[in-house]
């Protein structure tokens, strides 16, 4: 997950005064995946992720943070705690077509890019914005 900073969710959850296996009890996930997040061993599931931030009391942009001008379409839908059938459910975009925008990898139509900017609460400009940077990434960087 672009941005996500494994420092700013211990810290979160050490300002608590809770363990790591109570955040686990009440996000209803496993004591080991928040270690690994914690860990940087590996990266969060959007869902899972918005699950256990508010749990801490956090919005999801408290422990992922990528800078407005740099954003991808996949980093807004993170932003907004929801995974790619979720998004695609809610704008009324099938999964596949959410998953090539967010890659760079299929073309923005004027539909698709006003039902998912809707969606992801930005301006069109914005969600087209982040499609070209998207199109236009190294080819070693990831969406």
Do not use: C, Y
């Not at 790591?20 to 928040?34: K, N, Q, S, V, W």
């Not at 914690?38 to 956090?58: F, H």
């Not at 407005?68 to 975009?93: I, N, S, Y």
């Amino acid at each position: 997950m672009r941005g996500f900073s494994p420092e700013n969710l211990v810290a979160a959850r050490r300002s608590m005064g809770i363990s790591r296996a109570e955040l686990a009890r009440r996000a209803g996930i496993g004591e080991t995946t928040i270690r690994r997040w914690e860990k940087a061993d590996s990266s969060p599931q959007v869902d899972l992720l918005a699950t256990v931030v508010v749990e801490l009391g956090l919005e999801i942009s408290d422990v992922v943070q990528v800078p407005k001008d740099e954003r991808f379409p996949g980093d807004w839908r993170v932003l907004k705690g929801l995974t790619q059938p979720q998004l695609g459910g809610q704008a009324g975009v099938r999964t596949p077509i959410v998953g090539g925008v967010e890659r760079g990898e299929i073309s923005l139509s004027d539909v698709v890019a006003e039902r998912l900017a809707r969606t992801l609460g930005i301006s069109v400009e914005e969600l087209r914005a982040s499609h070209f940077r998207a199109r236009n990434r190294d080819p070693e960087t990831p969406a």
